[in-house]
């Protein structure tokens, strides 16, 4: 991982929010967080995307339809 430090123009008020959402305690905690934030929801998004189109999952195969259940590996209910 390549770290670089540089010098940012911040809404203070827009960290201290982030802060608190993140749950993290100083402002390149609050930066670094967010960008992963960013890159989960895009993964996410894609997920969800796929999903909607049913790409990649068999509805008839009983297996695919335990994971989408999430009830795995847990005798019938």
């Known amino acids: 991982m390549a770290i670089r430090k540089t010098a ?3 809404d203070d008020d827009l960290v201290a929010q ?3 959402i993140l749950g993290t305690a ?3 905690e609050t930066l670094a ?3 992963r934030e960013v890159i989960r929801m895009r993964g996410r998004a894609r997920h969800f995307e796929r999903l ?3 790409e990649g999952i068999d509805l008839d195969d009983a297996e695919a339809q335990g994971r989408l ?3 795995l590996g847990h005798p019938s209910r």
Do not use: Q, S
């Open 8 to 10: 940012l123009l911040l």
């Open 69 to 71: 259940r999430g009830d």
């Open 52 to 54: 909607r189109r049913r």
């Open 33 to 35: 967080e967010a960008l």
């Open 26 to 28: 100083t402002t390149t």
């Open 18 to 20: 982030a802060k608190e």
